[in-house]
């Protein structure tokens, strides 16, 4: 997506495209697998041979029959590995294209997801995007055997039996008219499913990332409860999905069984002489009967392929509706590439022109000179946020223009100007590293210093390994005043020449608020332009001046 926020094409919105990786082994897979079915009715009438010439009185050659009829069950199960093989390599072509779409939009994301918290992408990056592999490698094959193997089967039967031809023709259309009914319901069980499975996944990330709030509450109980509730309903919906697969089976296995059961009626009073129908005018050989006996249940095996494959095909259906969702949801990226570059050259000034929140808000024009200190003020939705994520460079603007060291800011100046900017956000995030690399962010500067401007030094010696510690995502081992004066370090770090600070002491204790606000001044007082979005009063008294946007507004 672009920095206006339009979309752009994505592989996963797309299900031909979603699937095109590995298309040609998903094609020779599907090809080996029905030329390994095709195999049957040869190794068939090998049988048919030999036996029926038992019946007969006659002498058929033993040891002919027994190397024709293993040697072609030898090629039909090499048929049958090269063709799983091919699959296998095609669902992982298709499954490591999609969760690399996944993740790349992910790393590139300037804002939060539409469709959910990081749990439910998680798990759509993970074991729901799993479930399109037994899809490519059982369901593909199977639709395919079915599409040619049953009318093979079906115009042998015919030859030499239209009687059988006939059970066939009649057992063989119900038994794709229920699936497709048996499917809807699947299909909407397997969704419902997915959806809960997401749900669930939000629901125990939140959870752990309050872990701390919730044993100072003595919530324990109370979460452990909601957690149980959740899951239970989870498995109820997994039980559902399950009892449609095992009807659809069972109904399934009932057709075929009195399909086969008419066949082989058929042929055994035709070989006793009770019925005279069925063959063409000419009686029913033996070799012809023990033909139609093997070919029967042969008849009936893709559609129990198909039908087993089938709940495959619809929780992958239910994942591709998904990552169709997905893919429209309009993602801002972060402009540039993320990378470290050289500072851009120029003064410290940020300027807004003719700017708007995503919501549409017309923010007012805003101009801000080289080591000015400024607080922006308003109620929450006034675009405080938005100002500051614009001024960081972390989203371009839709309309209007962000200036900055004297030049508007587009997405080749983004990493340049970011060299120069410290981001406090409101809400601490780290990365899975030690704390020294959340503090440098691979660059090079004063981390003393820094530990000290943010008053953080002590608590970071109380940490099991200091410097060296992993913290959680949002600071586990730190408490809220602790994680927040970590950030402010990292801002600091560096010696940025501009600092951009959302809502620095909110939820902080006096102490605490004091010391982030003696931080941020102690940078200011060095030359840094300081840009503060506070809903405190005593906080934005201490700036050189206050911008109210709801006022403007």
Request: with cysteine; aromatic share 4%; proline share 5%.
């Given at each position: 997506?672009?920095?206006?926020g339009?979309?752009?094409?994505?592989?996963?919105?797309?299900?031909?495209?979603?699937?095109?990786?590995?298309?040609?082994?998903?094609?020779?897979?599907?090809?080996?697998?029905?030329?390994?079915?095709?195999?049957?009715?040869?190794?068939?009438?090998?049988?048919?041979?030999a036996?029926?010439?038992?019946?007969?009185?006659?002498?058929?050659?033993?040891?002919?029959a027994?190397?024709?009829?293993?040697?072609?069950?030898?090629?039909?199960?090499?048929?049958?590995?090269?063709?799983?093989?091919?699959?296998?390599?095609?669902?992982?072509?298709?499954?490591?294209?999609?969760?690399?779409?996944?993740?790349?939009?992910?790393?590139r994301?300037?804002?939060?997801?539409?469709?959910?918290?990081?749990?439910?992408?998680?798990?759509?990056?993970?074991?729901?995007?799993?479930?399109?592999?037994?899809?490519?490698?059982?369901?593909?094959?199977?639709?395919?055997?079915?599409?040619?193997?049953?009318?093979?089967?079906?115009?042998?039967?015919?030859?030499?039996?239209?009687?059988?031809?006939?059970?066939?023709?009649?057992?063989?259309?119900l038994?794709?008219?229920?699936?497709?009914?048996?499917?809807?319901?699947?299909?909407?069980?397997?969704?419902?499913q997915?959806?809960?499975?997401?749900?669930?996944?939000?629901?125990?990330?939140?959870?752990?990332?309050?872990?701390?709030?919730?044993?100072?509450?003595?919530?324990?109980?109370?979460?452990?409860?909601?957690?149980?509730?959740?899951?239970?309903?989870?498995?109820?919906?997994?039980?559902?999905?399950?009892?449609?697969?095992?009807?659809?089976?069972?109904?399934?296995?009932?057709f075929?069984?009195?399909?086969?059961a008419?066949?082989?009626?058929?042929?055994?009073f035709?070989?006793?002489?009770?019925?005279?129908?069925?063959?063409?005018?000419?009686?029913?050989?033996?070799?012809?009967?023990?033909?139609?006996?093997?070919?029967?249940?042969?008849?009936?095996?893709?559609?129990?392929?198909?039908?087993?494959?089938?709940?495959?095909?619809?929780a992958?259906?239910?994942?591709?509706?998904?990552?169709?969702?997905?893919?429209?949801?309009?993602?801002?990226?972060?402009?540039?590439r993320?990378?470290?570059?050289?500072?851009?050259?120029?003064?410290?000034?940020?300027?807004?022109?003719?700017?708007?929140?995503?919501?549409?808000?017309?923010?007012?024009?805003?101009?801000?000179?080289?080591?000015?200190?400024?607080?922006?003020i308003?109620?929450?939705?006034?675009?405080?946020?938005?100002?500051?994520?614009?001024?960081?460079?972390?989203?371009?603007?839709?309309?209007?223009?962000?200036?900055?060291?004297?030049?508007?800011?587009?997405?080749?100046?983004?990493?340049?100007?970011?060299?120069?900017?410290?981001?406090?956000?409101?809400?601490?995030?780290?990365?899975?590293?030690s704390?020294?690399?959340?503090?440098?962010?691979?660059?090079?500067?004063?981390?003393?210093?820094?530990?000290?401007?943010?008053?953080?030094?002590?608590?970071?010696?109380?940490?099991?390994?200091?410097?060296?510690?992993?913290?959680?995502?949002?600071?586990?081992?730190?408490s809220?005043?602790?994680?927040?004066?970590v950030?402010?370090?990292?801002?600091?770090?560096?010696?940025?020449?501009v600092?951009?600070?959302?809502?620095?002491?909110?939820?902080?204790?006096?102490?605490?608020?004091r010391?982030?606000?003696?931080?941020?001044?102690?940078?200011?007082?060095?030359?840094?332009?300081?840009?503060?979005?506070?809903?405190?009063a005593?906080?934005a008294?201490?700036?050189?001046?206050?911008?109210?946007?709801?006022?403007?507004?």
């Open positions: 997506m672009d920095h206006a339009k979309p752009i094409p994505n592989a996963l919105a797309n299900r031909a495209v979603l699937l095109s990786p590995g298309v040609r082994l998903q094609r020779r897979a599907a090809g080996l697998s029905v030329l390994a079915g095709a195999l049957w009715p040869i190794q068939a009438a090998v049988v048919a041979w036996l029926g010439g038992l019946l007969a009185g006659t002498t058929p050659s033993g040891l002919t027994v190397l024709g009829f293993g040697g072609l069950g030898v090629l039909r199960a090499a048929l049958g590995y090269m063709a799983e093989a091919q699959a296998q390599a095609a669902a992982e072509a298709v499954i490591a294209k999609a969760r690399d779409a996944l993740v790349t939009t992910e790393s994301r300037a804002t939060e997801s539409g469709v959910g918290g990081a749990g439910s992408i998680a798990a759509l990056a993970g074991e729901k995007l799993d479930v399109l592999g037994p899809f490519v490698t059982r369901y593909a094959p199977a639709r395919a055997r079915v599409m040619v193997l049953p009318l093979l089967i079906l115009v042998l039967a015919f030859w030499q039996s239209w009687a059988v031809g006939i059970v066939l023709l009649i057992s063989g259309p038994i794709p008219v229920f699936m497709a009914l048996v499917g809807m319901a699947a299909k909407e069980a397997s969704a419902r997915m959806a809960e499975i997401g749900t669930l996944n939000d629901f125990l990330v939140e959870r752990l990332s309050a872990l701390v709030d919730i044993r100072l509450l003595g919530a324990g109980p109370k979460v452990v409860q909601s957690f149980a509730t959740q899951a239970g309903d989870l498995r109820q919906r997994t039980m559902a999905v399950l009892a449609v697969a095992f009807l659809s089976s069972t109904v399934l296995e009932l075929a069984a009195i399909g086969v008419m066949v082989a009626v058929y042929v055994g035709s070989l006793l002489g009770e019925l005279h129908f069925g063959a063409w005018g000419r009686a029913i050989t033996p070799q012809a009967g023990v033909f139609l006996l093997l070919l029967a249940p042969e008849f009936y095996q893709p559609l129990r392929d198909l039908s087993a494959a089938w709940h495959d095909k619809a992958a259906d239910a994942v591709m509706d998904e990552l169709a969702a997905y893919a429209q949801d309009p993602v801002v990226a972060l402009p540039g993320g990378a470290l570059a050289a500072r851009l050259a120029g003064p410290a000034t940020v300027a807004l022109r003719g700017c708007f929140t995503p919501a549409g808000v017309r923010l007012p024009d805003i101009t801000i000179a080289a080591g000015e200190k400024v607080a922006l308003g109620p929450s939705g006034a675009g405080k946020t938005s100002v500051l994520r614009l001024m960081a460079g972390l989203e371009l603007p839709q309309q209007g223009a962000v200036v900055v060291a004297g030049q508007a800011l587009a997405a080749n100046l983004a990493d340049a100007w970011r060299a120069r900017v410290g981001w406090m956000p409101q809400a601490p995030h780290f990365m899975n590293s704390l020294r690399e959340n503090l440098s962010l691979g660059r090079v500067g004063d981390l003393e210093g820094a530990l000290k401007t943010a008053a953080v030094g002590a608590a970071v010696q109380a940490l099991p390994q200091r410097l060296a510690t992993r913290l959680g995502e949002t600071g586990g081992g730190l809220g005043g602790e994680a927040r004066r950030t402010l370090a990292r801002a600091v770090f560096g010696a940025p020449d600092i951009l600070a959302d809502e620095p002491t909110a939820d902080l204790d006096a102490d605490t608020a010391l982030v606000t003696e931080g941020l001044l102690a940078q200011a007082a060095k030359g840094a332009t300081l840009v503060i979005a506070t809903h405190d005593g906080l008294a201490q700036m050189d001046r206050i911008i109210d946007l709801g006022a403007i507004q």
